[in-house]
């Protein structure tokens, strides 16, 4: 009984549009409805993998993703050693840069589009007046898509770093702190600690966290893709991934079937790749598997 | 791994012990604030100058570009926002009657999910929690939600489309269950043998033992909905129903918007620190619950971010 709300939500918005999924393989008109449209098989699928879109789009997914989990992981796993070593030493500077270091996380991307607009549009942006102060010249940013693999990387450190160190801070905290003491009396400096006692602990934090991304790797986050690039079409090249052209192929264009086709095979293959990062965390820290 | 590195460092302790624990003067402690000052100062760079512009004039920001502190402090942006603010309050509405609906419903609903969930003698627990775990694996995608609201459950251009598809988050649901399975099992059973029905026991003993549980998911419900243009973007063409966050969206796509309706006003309106100014009144709020409850915010991050999210 008191689940029944809970259930009801779940079932309308999550398990509906999963059976929707048959969207993909129909040719979809409104007023016949998602039943009464006719079937087509692999039609709308073979459509879609005749553009070129179709390898673009999730070549800059996975480039993308690959490139977020590790620069994110590195700066997180940097910032959470040197907040624990300030630990002990100051513990109203140390929450300071802990809050201050989380605070990107709380902005939606639009905001950081009008942060990032602040920075790099043409005539004003702080980016172009710097370089013309040193005698350089003005780049126009928002036509150039080959900046931006970097500009969205380090959008997304800036935006998650925080959050993500807090946890892996939160993990070394929870080591226990006599392995680091007997290490001190042996004389191991302070690296050797990190590379033999804090990131051993860690592995299986880490491990799980990158294997989920993993997971997810064939999720583009959509606000990013969409807000921060100003939805430029010059940056497709760079910036287009699946989630993007899915609601633009579905909303400006129109094309169900091609939106449809897109959805479905990001659903598939991710799904997939769940299982699978799921499996291989089962066979390297089995009790760390999430099902 | 605790148990193989241990006896190894053990055995290694009887070796003569140093100093260095508690030397006085540590220049690389010193180092690491230092780093970690600059960098503080770095992910803080881009609000400070939305702020400084938001201060500055039109023409100060044509001339000098975004600078970090405004050449002239003028509130004329502010002024003018709030000079014509019908279109800015009504979003503004919209957005906090979202925000405190959807959390306070969503906390509610995924508490009453959760908590079955957590009791070993509830048989359907495990099937259960599957349907809700589902869900996480696998999803629709755009298309079909976007049929679904648009086509069979008409509720585009209703506030129903800025709350329901929130309302249950999984890994939040999981998070509560695992609160609720953490508390003594005894509670229940004393309340059961007083003669206490499931929903007292939940709203009497469950819900006043988990608040920082509740606490916590509240705040990331609350920032979620706050935070939201995507469902807007999707569902929501009524002027009157914008929230905040997508009538910025607007804004910056199309300055136009603010150009045209000044000059039904004609006054010269001061566009980009206009935006800006928009930007930092709808940053305010998060950032004032934040400094607030800051402590929430990251023993949150902690409970739930184990996990993964």
New interface residues.
């Given amino acids: 009984m ?2 029944l ?3 009801i ?2 079932f ?10 048959i ?2 393989f129909k040719d ?1 008109r ?1 007023y016949q ?2 039943v009464g449209s006719r079937w087509v098989g692999l039609k709308n699928f073979y459509y879609l993998f005749e553009t070129d879109d179709a390898r673009r789009i999730v070549v800059n997914t996975l480039e993308m993703n690959a490139l977020f989990i590790a620069s994110v992981l590195l700066v997180a796993l940097a ?1 959470a050693l ?2 624990k ?2 630990q002990g ?2 513990r109203w ?1 140390a929450k ?9 996380y ?14 790099l549009n043409r ?4 980016v ?2 710097s370089l013309q102060a040193v005698g350089g010249s003005a780049v126009s940013w928002y036509q150039s898509p080959q900046y931006w693999p970097v500009i969205l990387t380090l959008v997304t450190v ?1 935006k998650n770093g ?3 160190s ?2 892996y801070l ?2 070394m905290l929870a080591i ?1 702190p006599e ?1 680091y ?7 191991a400096s ?1 690296w050797r600690q990190i590379w ?2 804090t990131l ?2 860690l ?3 880490i491990i ?2 990158v294997l ?2 993993i997971g997810r790797i064939f999720y583009a986050d ?2 990013l893709f969409y ?1 921060v690039t ?2 430029a079409p010059e940056l497709y090249p760079a910036t287009d991934v699946i ?1 993007t052209y ?2 633009r192929t ?2 400006s264009i129109g094309d ?1 079937g091609m ?2 086709a897109a ?2 095979f ?2 598939v293959i ?2 997939v790749l ?2 699978f990062s799921n499996w291989l965390v089962r066979r390297t820290e089995p009790q760390s598997a ?2 | 791994m605790q148990s193989s590195s241990l006896p190894a460092i053990r055995r290694a302790v009887p070796s003569i012990p140093r100093e260095s624990k508690y030397r006085p003067f540590r220049p690389g402690r010193l180092a690491i604030h230092a780093v970690l000052l600059v960098l503080s100062f770095l992910f803080l760079l881009p609000l400070i100058l939305l702020v400084s512009a938001s201060l500055s004039s039109e023409t100060d920001i044509s001339t000098y570009g975004f600078t970090f502190l405004p050449h002239r402090v003028t509130f004329a942006a502010y002024e003018y926002v709030l000079q014509n603010p019908s279109q800015i309050v009504t979003a503004y509405a919209v957005t906090v009657t979202v925000t405190v609906i959807g959390t306070l419903a969503g906390v509610l609903v995924m508490a009453l999910l959760a908590y079955p969930l957590s009791r070993t003698d509830f048989s359907w627990r495990r099937p259960l929690s599957f349907v809700v775990f589902f869900t996480l694996l696998f999803s629709g995608g755009l298309v079909p939600l976007y049929i679904l609201v648009t086509h069979y459950l008409q509720i585009q251009d209703t506030l129903w489309a800025l709350i329901l598809p929130y309302l249950v988050m999984p890994w939040y649901v999981f998070l509560l269950r695992a609160y609720f399975a953490g508390l003594p099992r005894e509670l229940i059973d004393a309340a059961k043998v007083d003669g206490a029905g499931e929903w007292r026991i939940f709203f009497q003993i469950i819900v006043p033992l988990s608040r920082p549980a509740l606490a916590t998911v509240a705040l990331f419900c609350a920032l979620t909905y706050w935070n939201d243009w995507y469902l807007a973007l999707l569902f929501i063409n009524n002027p009157a129903l914008e929230p905040l966050q997508y009538l910025l969206y607007q804004i910056s796509t199309n300055i136009e918007t603010l150009q045209t309706s000044s000059q039904a006003f004609g006054v010269q309106i001061p566009a980009l620190s206009a935006q800006m100014a928009i930007a930092v009144l709808a940053i305010g709020p998060i950032t004032l619950a934040f400094l607030a409850v800051q402590k929430h915010f990251i023993s949150g991050v902690t409970l739930g971010g184990v996990k993964g999210e």
Wanted: glycine share 8%; hydrophobic share 55%; charged share 5%.
């Fill in positions: 008191m689940m709300p809970g259930l939500v779940l309308v918005f999550a398990y509906l549009p999963m059976f929707g999924i969207i993909a979809y409104a409805g998602v910032i040197l907040l070593e300030v030493s100051s500077l300071f840069y802990q809050s201050t270091l989380f605070f990107p709380l902005f939606s991307y639009v905001i950081i589009n009008y942060f990032v607009f602040a920075l005539s004003d942006g702080l172009n007046h800036w925080g959050f993500w807090i946890v939160a993990g226990n392995l003491e007997a290490a001190t009396m042996d004389g302070k033999h006692i051993p602990m592995k299986p934090l799980i966290n989920l991304s959509f606000g807000q100003r939805n989630d899915v609601y579905l909303t169900v939106a449809s959805g479905t990001q659903a991710g799904f769940v299982l999430i099902f």
